[in-house]
């Protein structure tokens, strides 16, 4: 699986959107983006994938650029309970995910 | 509620004793993995199944067994503990095992070896 840069830490102000980016420069064509995220204490709560074109479901968005080299998660509208250690993973039909150091976004009252 | 579930949260365990870890999911997905995660290592793959009564190693089995003798059931077993063992252990279910399938975690069960 291809590897992944993300920033150590983010902040955003409540109510604000989150936009978390991913770094994938070696990501192959039949790898999948995907992102989790890890509040502390529980386990890696998925929030969305895509291949090459950009999704939202009713967590997130994610962005796609055209070269599939990098991608950004955006949170429309944080909350502190967004509060979490996000992580960026490329995927193919493995199973022994990589999950990286990931970001930790703080989101502020 | 449907899900993936795991017991039990906490377990403390002397060194060379045998302990199971649960681990049940309802939403009837093929695919089912034991990870564990430790500081400095992040996650990594101990077993998989892809269907009941189908295992099959991960990137660090050894030291563990599990069995899958139901699609709804995963259990880990520690059949003789060891401090290394020590880590926090996430099971997780997808519906497929393609790269486009999801998995989905639950919330862990910390394990400490005395």
């Known amino acids: 699986d291809a590897k992944t840069t993300q920033p150590t830490s983010m902040d955003c102000a409540e109510g604000r959107a989150a936009n978390l980016p991913c770094n994938h420069s070696?990501?192959?064509?039949?790898?999948?983006v995907y992102w989790y995220r890890q509040i502390h204490s529980q386990g890696p709560q998925y929030i969305i994938h895509?291949?090459?074109n950009n999704e939202t479901n009713e967590m997130a968005s994610l962005i796609i650029t055209e070269d599939r080299k990098s991608s950004t998660l955006i949170l429309p509208h944080a909350t502190l309970r967004d509060t979490a250690v996000y992580y960026c993973?490329?995927?193919?039909?493995?199973?022994?995910?990589?999950f990286g150091k990931g970001t930790s976004l703080l989101v502020t009252p | 509620d449907a899900g993936i579930t795991q017991s039990p949260r906490y377990k403390i365990t002397e060194t060379g004793r045998q302990v199971t870890l649960m681990c049940h999911q309802t939403?009837?997905?093929?695919?089912m993995f034991w990870y564990r995660q430790d500081l400095g290592h992040g996650l990594r793959l101990i077993y998989y199944?892809?269907?009941?009564?189908?295992?099959d190693k991960g990137e660090v089995p050894d030291g563990y067994v599990v069995s899958r003798s139901k699609t709804e059931n995963f259990p880990l077993t520690l059949e003789s503990a060891t401090r290394s063992q020590t880590s926090v252990y996430f099971c997780?279910?997808?519906?497929?095992?393609?790269?486009?399938?999801?998995?989905?975690f639950g919330n862990g069960t910390r394990l400490t070896v005395t």
């Open positions: 199944s892809a269907a009941a009564d189908i295992t």
């Open positions: 070696t990501i192959s064509g039949n790898e999948y």
């Open positions: 939403w009837s997905h093929s695919y």
């Open positions: 997780a279910s997808s519906e497929s095992g393609g790269a486009y399938s999801p998995l989905h």
């Open positions: 993973i490329v995927r193919n039909s493995g199973y022994a995910l990589n």
């Open positions: 895509g291949l090459k």
